[in-house]
């Protein structure tokens, strides 16, 4: 999403405003303080987002001129082009229109803004110098887990949450607790519980009727049961008098059934299978009498067939010797072109061994040798190591060289300061001697003393007045308090309280002889006799002193200097320590170098001596690694190919061999390869040819024979069926066969008619539950019909008795629950209850919230922290000058981690405030850039660098300038004019001044 034109109807101090021609590269917004920036910026969220409500803290920005409220924004998206964004005053967040490019309109914004809403867009896109400052207050052990939240969603909101839902819960319940709710509640409740139950004990009589009334529901529920079962009953009866009709009918046909004479068992369409069976028996005799002549002529042909005996015994070895012709000639190819390979593999070993030195070395070693990548890692890793430690000494050498020089330089300097600095004899009697000289001064001083001489006066006389009126009030009082102190001792005397007595008496002769002492005003007196000598000893100095000016002002200059050089002495002394404090850190370090490389040089020299290198320099290793690689893969493929080729003389014998006994064999004898191979090949063409025709011959006949099998079977097949016929039918004879099967057709149409009837009633059973032999138990149903209709009524009035009963019994117990000691109990019982139950849910509610979160904080963690970390890494390297090279999450801890291009890693808190400023805008860039995939909008940033130096700002410049070429708008709001010279410096970075609010380059 890209903001093309803003246009502010009105909107706090900000009225009838049209900014236009913003691109989607770096926005710079320019103005001094209170000219609107922070204006724009809200008036941004609120076209988005909507109008802060009037019961939020957040500035509405109303404007005070009665212009319209609101605005508009021109917003060029992937998905929608062009959309023109209105909100102007109404109900709630203001009324939002939607104007898209096609002309038309609409009301809902979501669709453009796909769920953001305005809290996450501050959190993620929007940041500002408070941010920065955030980061300075925060505790510097709380600063790990404010980082690793802002890499969610760009704000420690979700840390936030989690405390207050801890906190929630532990309020209202906590193991063990007492003054969390649901703990209180629970004890009120286990009170109140004891209370019903001891109102229970006392209810016995309630207790009975209770009985009684379970006792009455069992009987009326018994007679609800008999009265299910007679109204069953009934039923089937009244079904009984309706099948009767049916059930007649079904047994005259049973009877008329029995009377036929004997048709079963017979075969289905008994008649018509045994006239198919007889059609094809006759065509049978006729395709037998053909098959016999064909078999006849094929006899013949065979015989007349010659085949060769020795050829053909011999079939196998002759087919199996041609068809391995092309492996024998790709062998003996492959045999001469595996002994130049050998030649040339040995060569390149030889010269591999000399640039290893490794002539000694079998080739069993050389393929043993660990050429594996982790070998190789691990090779480079060493390497690395070393090359490490080499460039730490040089910089560590570099650095004591320069403290060094520092030390010796501050030594010297001290040493200079020290000589032209006055000796404290000089400087004490340069001072006196100023001191003397200044009569001005010796004037002011006397006149000093004569004020504070009048001053002391003037107190010593009130304090003298004070003195008497305090004396009369003190003892107005004191013989007030014997009075009261005399009264309290006769009345605890007459109260036996003799201890109190005895106090009383203390406490009364102590005040009697008790005299009030006035402020003493002899130590004003002494201070105005001390004045008085000072006064005298000053004028006698003025009257004293003669001296020579300019020797005066030459030893005030001389003074100066001496007070000048102390100071930058005073200096000096500190850089000296610094000096020295950075030396023995430099020693600190060179021990610390020395005890990693003793551990780097023992790995080297186990490494060296495991993998036969002794001799090769480490910026070589790499090279001589990698032609120990080679060589053993060269030496693997040599013993490979010396292996095959012993397998190639073995085959190319073994041929050898088979073609001197086909020779043999076939008594025959020939001088070259392609001889043999010509003359085998002629004699297995002739046999195949002979062994062909024969075959089909063969097969011809075989084809005959079992087509003439076929119908023999067939025709004993038909034979069978028919004889299955008769023995079904239990007849001897095709005549009998057909009498029977009339006597079939009748008696199955009666067995149909009796089916159907017997699937009615069969219906009938199946719905009422009943069966035929029920029907017979019962002589007449009609008269079953009425009986069971009084049983019915009976009932009926049975059970409406029992009611009536149970109706008394419970307006009993009504009367007794309606007391009022019990039902004020169990009622303040079910409200606590109720109580309980309802903290209960807010507790359940709060815990599962806090599980979500949980939940979902890991997810954000395992999905999306990845790919935040990834671009924070790049961003920070950046902002540090390569100086950093990895942002890392330790998955044990809520904190993240840095790593140094040193390959040292560090927490948040054991960085410098810079550093930690710079992790933190990378963690937020690179937040901002994530969520940019799914959710493009603009950043908006508030004078985000205003305190850094130059060359941070710069670095963060460069970085945004990134930012921006990777297709995302800034909108970065300044009052500083060496922001706008560092910023826009492409074509398409646009600086809005809030003088004229135009693009001014």
Same mark, same amino acid.
């Given at each position: 999403?890209?903001?093309?034109?803003? &246009?502010?109807?009105?909107?706090?101090?900000?009225?009838?405003?049209?900014?236009?021609?913003?691109?989607?590269?770096?926005?710079?917004?320019? !103005?001094?303080?209170?000219?609107?920036?922070?204006?724009?910026?809200?008036?941004?969220?609120?076209?988005?987002?909507?109008?802060?409500?009037?019961?939020?803290?957040? %500035?509405?920005?109303? @404007?005070?001129?009665?212009?319209?409220?609101?605005?508009?924004?021109?917003?060029?998206?992937?998905?929608?082009?062009?959309?023109?964004?209105?909100?102007?005053?109404?109900?709630?967040?203001?009324?939002?229109?939607?104007?898209?490019?096609?002309?038309?309109?609409?009301?809902?914004?979501? @669709?453009?803004?796909?769920?953001?809403?305005?809290?996450?867009?501050?959190?993620?896109?929007?940041?500002?110098?408070?941010?920065?400052?955030?980061?300075?207050?925060?505790?510097?052990?709380?600063?790990?887990?404010?980082?690793?939240?802002?890499?969610?969603?760009?704000?420690?909101?979700?840390?936030?949450?989690?405390?207050?839902? *801890?906190?929630?819960?532990?309020?209202?319940?906590?193991?063990?607790?007492?003054?969390?709710?649901?703990?209180?509640?629970?004890?009120?409740?286990?009170?109140?519980?004891?209370?019903?139950?001891?109102?229970?004990?006392?209810?016995?009589?309630?207790?009975?009727?209770?009985?009684?009334?379970?006792?009455?529901?069992?009987?009326?529920?018994?007679?609800?049961?008999?009265?299910?079962?007679?109204?069953?009953?009934?039923?089937?009866?009244?079904?009984?008098?309706?099948?009767?009709?049916?059930?007649?009918?079904?047994?005259?046909?049973?009877?008329?059934?029995?009377?036929?004479?004997?048709?079963?068992?017979?075969?289905?369409? !008994?008649?018509?299978?045994?006239?198919?069976?007889?059609?094809?028996?006759?065509?049978? &005799?006729?395709?037998?009498?053909?098959?016999?002549?064909?078999?006849?002529?094929?006899?013949?042909?065979?015989?007349?067939?010659?085949?060769?005996?020795?050829?053909?015994?011999?079939?196998?070895?002759?087919?199996?010797?041609?068809?391995?012709?092309?492996?024998?000639?790709?062998?003996?190819?492959?045999?001469?072109?595996?002994?130049?390979?050998?030649? #040339?593999?040995?060569?390149?070993?030889?010269?591999?061994?000399?640039?290893?030195?490794?002539?000694?070395?079998? &080739?069993?070693?050389?393929?043993?040798?660990?050429?594996?990548? @982790?070998?190789?890692?691990?090779?480079?890793?060493?390497?690395?190591?070393?090359?490490?430690?080499?460039?730490?000494?040089?910089?560590?050498?570099?650095?004591?060289?320069?403290?060094?020089? $520092?030390?010796?330089?501050?030594?010297?300097?001290?040493?200079?300061?020290?000589?032209?600095?006055?000796?404290?004899?000089?400087?004490?009697?340069?001072?006196?001697?100023?001191?003397?000289?200044?009569?001005?001064?010796?004037?002011?001083?006397?006149?000093?003393?004569?004020?504070?001489?009048?001053?002391?006066?003037?107190?010593?006389?009130?304090?003298?007045?004070?003195?008497?009126?305090?004396?009369?009030?003190?003892?107005?009082?004191?013989?007030?308090?014997?009075?009261?102190?005399?009264?309290?001792?006769?009345?605890?005397?007459?109260?036996?309280?003799?201890?109190?007595?005895?106090?009383?008496?203390?406490?009364?002769?102590?005040?009697?002889?008790?005299?009030?002492?006035?402020?003493?005003?002899?130590?004003?007196?002494?201070?105005?006799?001390?004045?008085?000598?000072?006064?005298?000893?000053?004028?006698?100095?003025?009257?004293?002193?003669?001296?020579?000016?300019? *020797?005066?002002?030459?030893?005030?200059?001389?003074?100066?200097?001496?007070?000048?050089?102390?100071?930058?002495?005073?200096?000096?002394?500190?850089?000296?320590?610094?000096?020295?404090?950075?030396?023995?850190?430099?020693?600190?370090?060179?021990?610390?170098?020395?005890?990693?490389?003793?551990?780097?040089?023992?790995?080297?020299?186990?490494?060296?001596?495991?993998?036969?290198?002794?001799?090769?320099?480490?910026?070589?290793?790499?090279?001589?690694?990698?032609?120990?690689?080679?060589?053993?893969?060269?030496?693997?493929?040599?013993?490979?190919?010396?292996?095959?080729?012993?397998? %190639?003389?073995?085959?190319?014998?073994?041929?050898?061999?088979?073609?001197?006994?086909?020779?043999?064999?076939?008594?025959?004898?020939?001088?070259? $390869?392609?001889?043999?191979?010509?003359?085998?090949?002629?004699?297995?063409?002739?046999?195949? *040819?002979?062994?062909?025709?024969?075959?089909?011959?063969?097969?011809?006949?075989?084809?005959?024979?079992?087509?003439?099998?076929?119908?023999?079977?067939?025709?004993?097949?038909?034979?069978?069926?028919?004889?299955?016929?008769?023995?079904?039918?239990?007849?001897? $004879?095709?005549?009998?066969?057909?009498?029977?099967?009339?006597?079939?057709?009748?008696?199955?149409?009666?067995?149909?008619?009796?089916?159907?009837?017997?699937?009615?009633?069969?219906?009938?059973?199946?719905?009422?539950?009943?069966?035929?032999?029920?029907?017979?138990?019962?002589?007449?149903?009609?008269?079953?019909?009425?009986?069971?209709?009084?049983?019915?009524?009976?009932?009926?009035?049975?059970?409406?008795?029992?009611?009536?009963?149970?109706?008394?019994?419970? #307006?009993?117990?009504?009367?007794?629950?309606?007391?009022?000691?019990?039902?004020?109990?169990?009622?303040?019982?079910?409200?606590?209850?109720?109580?309980?139950?309802?903290?209960?849910?807010?507790?359940?509610?709060?815990?599962?919230?806090?599980?979500?979160?949980?939940?979902? %904080?890991?997810?954000?963690?395992?999905?999306?922290?990845?790919?935040?970390?990834?671009?924070?890494?790049?961003?920070?390297?950046?902002?540090?000058?390569?100086?950093?090279?990895?942002?890392?999450?330790?998955?044990?801890?809520?904190?993240?981690?840095?790593? &140094?291009?040193?390959?040292?890693?560090?927490? @948040?808190?054991?960085?410098?405030?810079?550093?930690?400023?710079?992790?933190?805008?990378?963690?937020?860039?690179?937040?901002?850039?994530?969520?940019?995939?799914?959710?493009?909008?603009?950043?908006?940033?508030? $004078?985000?660098?205003?305190?850094?130096?130059?060359?941070?700002?710069?670095?963060?410049?460069?970085?945004?300038?990134?930012?921006?070429?990777?297709?995302?708008?800034?909108?970065?709001?300044?009052?500083?004019?060496?922001?706008?010279?560092?910023?826009?410096?492409?074509?398409?970075?646009?600086?809005?001044?809030?003088?004229?609010?135009?693009?001014?380059?």
């Amino acid at each position: 999403m890209i903001i093309k034109e803003i &246009h502010i109807y009105g909107f706090g101090k900000l009225q009838d405003i049209q900014i236009d021609g913003l691109s989607n590269k770096i926005q710079l917004f320019l !103005g001094e303080n209170e000219a609107g920036k922070s204006t724009i910026m809200a008036f941004i969220q609120a076209i988005l987002f909507g109008f802060p409500l009037k019961n939020q803290t957040e %500035l509405r920005y109303e @404007p005070k001129r009665g212009m319209q409220y609101g605005g508009s924004l021109l917003l060029d998206t992937s998905e929608f082009g062009e959309v023109k964004i209105e909100r102007v005053a109404g109900k709630a967040a203001g009324e939002v229109t939607v104007f898209y490019n096609d002309g038309s309109t609409s009301t809902d914004i979501q @669709p453009i803004l796909k769920g953001m809403e305005k809290s996450l867009y501050k959190g993620v896109f929007s940041f500002n110098i408070m941010d920065i400052q955030n980061i300075a207050l925060t505790d510097v052990d709380q600063l790990g887990s404010y980082l690793f939240s802002s890499g969610f969603i760009g704000s420690d909101h979700i840390h936030k949450i989690m405390q207050t839902l *801890e906190k929630d819960s532990e309020a209202l319940f906590k193991r063990n607790g007492r003054k969390p709710i649901i703990n209180e509640q629970l004890v009120v409740l286990k009170e109140l519980n004891h209370d019903v139950k001891q109102w229970k004990m006392k209810l016995t009589d309630y207790d009975n009727l209770q009985r009684e009334v379970k006792e009455i529901q069992k009987q009326i529920k018994n007679v609800q049961l008999e009265l299910k079962a007679l109204q069953a009953e009934q039923s089937k009866v009244e079904t009984m008098v309706a099948i009767t009709p049916m059930l007649l009918e079904k047994n005259k046909l049973k009877t008329i059934i029995s009377s036929l004479p004997p048709y079963k068992p017979f075969p289905a369409d !008994g008649r018509v299978r045994l006239e198919q069976l007889n059609i094809q028996l006759a065509s049978l &005799h006729t395709k037998k009498d053909k098959l016999n002549k064909r078999l006849e002529e094929i006899e013949g042909n065979i015989r007349t067939l010659k085949i060769d005996d020795k050829v053909k015994t011999h079939k196998r070895e002759i087919e199996t010797f041609l068809a391995g012709k092309g492996e024998y000639e790709q062998a003996k190819n492959e045999y001469e072109k595996v002994q130049i390979s050998l030649e #040339e593999l040995t060569q390149t070993i030889s010269r591999l061994k000399m640039d290893l030195n490794w002539e000694e070395r079998k &080739h069993t070693e050389i393929i043993s040798w660990d050429a594996s990548l @982790p070998n190789k890692a691990f090779m480079r890793d060493l390497v690395q190591k070393q090359l490490r430690m080499e460039e730490q000494k040089t910089r560590l050498d570099e650095q004591f060289i320069k403290v060094k020089e $520092d030390v010796e330089q501050s030594e010297q300097t001290i040493k200079e300061l020290k000589g032209k600095m006055l000796t404290e004899e000089e400087r004490n009697r340069y001072k006196e001697r100023i001191m003397n000289s200044q009569n001005s001064k010796l004037e002011q001083e006397i006149e000093l003393h004569e004020k504070m001489i009048g001053n002391i006066d003037t107190q010593i006389k009130m304090q003298k007045n004070r003195n008497e009126e305090n004396k009369k009030k003190q003892t107005a009082m004191k013989y007030s308090v014997i009075s009261l102190l005399m009264l309290l001792a006769v009345w605890t005397f007459i109260q036996q309280q003799y201890v109190v007595t005895g106090i009383s008496l203390l406490v009364a002769v102590f005040l009697f002889f008790w005299q009030f002492k006035g402020d003493s005003a002899s130590v004003l007196l002494e201070e105005r006799e001390k004045l008085r000598e000072s006064v005298v000893s000053l004028k006698a100095q003025v009257d004293e002193v003669k001296f020579n000016r300019e *020797e005066v002002t030459h030893m005030e200059k001389k003074l100066l200097e001496d007070e000048h050089i102390l100071q930058i002495l005073m200096k000096e002394k500190l850089q000296f320590q610094q000096n020295e404090k950075n030396y023995d850190r430099i020693i600190e370090q060179y021990e610390q170098w020395e005890e990693q490389q003793y551990v780097v040089q023992q790995e080297w020299q186990i490494w060296l001596e495991k993998c036969y290198f002794k001799s090769f320099p480490v910026v070589y290793m790499e090279e001589a690694f990698d032609k120990a690689s080679l060589l053993k893969s060269t030496v693997e493929k040599f013993e490979q190919l010396r292996e095959r080729k012993k397998a %190639l003389e073995v085959e190319l014998y073994r041929w050898n061999d088979n073609r001197k006994a086909l020779e043999k064999s076939l008594n025959v004898k020939v001088e070259t $390869d392609s001889d043999i191979f010509y003359l085998l090949a002629t004699k297995q063409k002739e046999l195949e *040819e002979n062994i062909v025709k024969e075959t089909q011959l063969l097969e011809s006949k075989m084809e005959l024979e079992n087509e003439w099998e076929l119908l023999e079977m067939e025709q004993r097949s038909l034979l069978e069926k028919k004889q299955q016929l008769y023995t079904f039918a239990e007849v001897n $004879d095709e005549e009998a066969f057909r009498i029977k099967e009339k006597n079939y057709q009748l008696g199955t149409d009666y067995e149909k008619k009796l089916l159907d009837l017997q699937g009615q009633l069969h219906q009938y059973f199946v719905n009422y539950h009943f069966n035929e032999e029920d029907w017979y138990k019962e002589s007449d149903w009609v008269e079953r019909k009425k009986e069971i209709s009084q049983l019915l009524e009976q009932l009926r009035t049975n059970e409406r008795e029992l009611y009536k009963k149970q109706s008394q019994l419970e #307006e009993s117990i009504k009367v007794l629950e309606n007391g009022s000691t019990y039902s004020e109990v169990l009622q303040q019982y079910e409200i606590a209850k109720a109580k309980l139950t309802n903290q209960a849910k807010r507790w359940a509610f709060i815990q599962t919230a806090h599980q979500l979160l949980e939940k979902t %904080l890991l997810y954000y963690r395992d999905v999306k922290l990845p790919n935040v970390l990834n671009v924070a890494t790049r961003y920070f390297n950046m902002l540090t000058d390569g100086n950093y090279v990895n942002i890392l999450d330790p998955k044990e801890e809520q904190t993240l981690m840095v790593e &140094h291009k040193d390959g040292v890693r560090y927490y @948040p808190k054991e960085l410098s405030q810079a550093t930690i400023e710079q992790l933190y805008l990378s963690l937020r860039f690179a937040v901002a850039s994530i969520w940019s995939k799914e959710h493009a909008f603009p950043f908006i940033l508030d $004078d985000t660098f205003v305190n850094f130096d130059i060359a941070r700002t710069k670095q963060a410049i460069n970085l945004l300038k990134e930012i921006s070429n990777e297709g995302h708008q800034i909108l970065f709001f300044t009052c500083h004019e060496n922001i706008k010279e560092l910023m826009a410096t492409d074509k398409e970075d646009n600086v809005f001044s809030f003088n004229n609010l135009s693009p001014i380059c």
